[in-house]
């Protein structure tokens, strides 16, 4: 099978394609043929040997933990799926024709294999650091970096449980966070004053990583209010950095559930072959995602 490998931490050049032995389902697994795999910014610092001990590694490796297809092999104890059934989850080295999942769930009615696979990661993420930051209902909670996957996740949650959310991107994509039920507002020289006249923040969140941690703590004058996903620098601040997953399979379920019932919506900005790869990763590392980005394969 075809699979995106590398043997030495590096830039994007260090992604090849390979000819690789199909993996098989072990135990509480299943093995799906992939159609899509989800790009995330877990799966460039990855590659680029960031010091990541939530996610340790050993070369030569793949890469990607999101994907959607169909399933080809149940691992023993696996009960209530079947072979052909179309799912979406999280598992190892998922850029590649076949993958073996640890997570997963079936795809709603309506989403395409393409959509499916942006959601595994980032809606597990977002669930989780909403729950860390510990905003409540009634409240008011500031995403900066708010247009990505994570993000749009985020704010779709948060305003399904009743929190007023302010999202912070660049000009091009006010309206996309308008959409999602932000109040809208672009970083940059200001920013802070913007987010002020919005009104008063309880809780931030730090999705994007651009040394933002300083004002959140401004804006809401407590280092336990304010979460990181992208700063590893955050802790020198007493701010929490979250890189460790929670339960995905319940994410994936409560992710479906939001699906089904509307609340959740996810678009795909931009679809890439397997060559194309570290195109992907070129492009996630720069950011200025609307939405997620996703490798056909």
Avoid: C
Wanted: charged share 20%; hydrophobic share 40%.
């Amino acid at each position: 099978m075809k699979k995106v490998n590398f043997t030495e931490f590096g830039g994007p050049d260090v992604l090849h394609i390979i000819e690789a032995e199909e993996p098989h389902a072990g135990p509480g697994q299943v093995r799906i043929a992939v159609r899509a795999a989800g790009v995330n910014p877990v799966d460039w610092r990855i590659r680029e040997g960031q010091n990541l001990k939530a996610h340790p590694i050993r070369l030569p490796a793949g890469v990607g933990q999101d994907a959607s297809g169909v399933v080809d092999e149940i691992g023993e104890g696996v009960e209530g799926f079947d072979i052909g059934d179309r799912v979406f989850g999280e598992g190892t080295d998922t850029y590649a024709e076949f993958a073996v999942l640890s997570a997963w769930a079936r795809m709603p009615d309506g989403l395409s294999f393409e959509e499916a696979a942006g959601y595994p990661s980032v809606t597990e993420t977002a669930l989780r650091i909403i729950g860390q930051v510990g905003v409540q209902p009634g409240q008011t909670l500031l995403v900066s970096g708010a247009s990505g996957g994570v993000g749009s996740a985020v704010l779709q949650i948060a305003r399904d449980r009743g929190i007023t959310v302010i999202g912070t991107a660049g000009a091009a994509n006010q309206d996309y966070l308008r959409s999602l039920g932000a109040l809208a507002t672009t970083y940059g020289p200001g920013w802070v004053d913007r987010v002020r006249r919005l009104g008063p923040v309880d809780a931030a969140l730090d999705l994007a990583g651009s040394g933002v941690i300083p004002e959140l703590l401004e804006l809401t004058r407590d280092p336990h209010k304010v979460l990181s996903i992208a700063d590893l620098s955050a802790p020198q601040f007493g701010v929490r950095f979250s890189g460790r997953a929670g339960s995905v399979p319940e994410a994936l379920a409560e992710a479906a559930a939001l699906i089904a019932r509307g609340k959740l919506r996810i678009p795909v900005d931009k679809t890439y072959t397997l060559a194309e790869a570290a195109k992907a990763h070129i492009d996630s590392r720069a950011g200025h995602t609307r939405g997620r980005r996703v490798i056909l394969v």
